[in-house]
Nanobody, 126 residues
Framework: QVQLVESGGGLVQAGGSLRLSCAASGRTFSAKAMGWFRQAPGKERELVAAISVSGTTYSTYSVKGRFTISRDNAENTLYLQMNSLKPEDTAVYYC????????????????????WGQGTQVTVSS
């Protein structure tokens, strides 16, 4: 099991940037596939971006070219760099960890993630 703590959320104007961090405890972070999800009020939790154990990345269409997921295994930290933010990006953002058997695996389904952080609020004003 991995404990995850997100930080870096806040209020930003449209067009601005934020960098979210997710600090992971334990020695298994480097062996976990990781993901960033978000949940807006009244909506389901959705995948924003994911990264495999070996560093392959995926981002959903709505954030492609604006958001970048990365990981630093030496620091046990997952990042989400968010640029050109839009009001529709407003949500609570969660990081999550998944156990995988194959290192190139990108995990897209939220039901395959075992560990979740508490979330950090991102609000983008117009």
């Amino acid at each position: 099991q991995v404990q995850l703590v997100e930080s870096g959320g806040g209020l930003v104007q449209a067009g601005g940037s934020l960098r979210l961090s997710c600090a992971a405890s334990g020695r298994t972070f480097s062996a976990k596939a990781m993901g960033w999800f978000r949940q807006a009020p009244g909506k389901e939790r959705e995948l924003v971006a994911a990264i495999s154990v070996s560093g392959t990345t995926y981002s959903t269409y709505s954030v492609k070219g604006r958001f970048t997921i990365s990981r630093d295994n030496a620091e046990n930290t997952l990042y989400l760099q968010m640029n050109s933010l839009k009001p529709e990006d407003t949500a609570v953002y969660y990081c999550a960890a998944a156990t995988v058997r194959l290192h190139p695996t990108i995990v897209k389904s939220r039901y395959e993630y075992q560990d979740w952080g508490q979330g950090t609020q991102v609000t983008v004003s117009s």
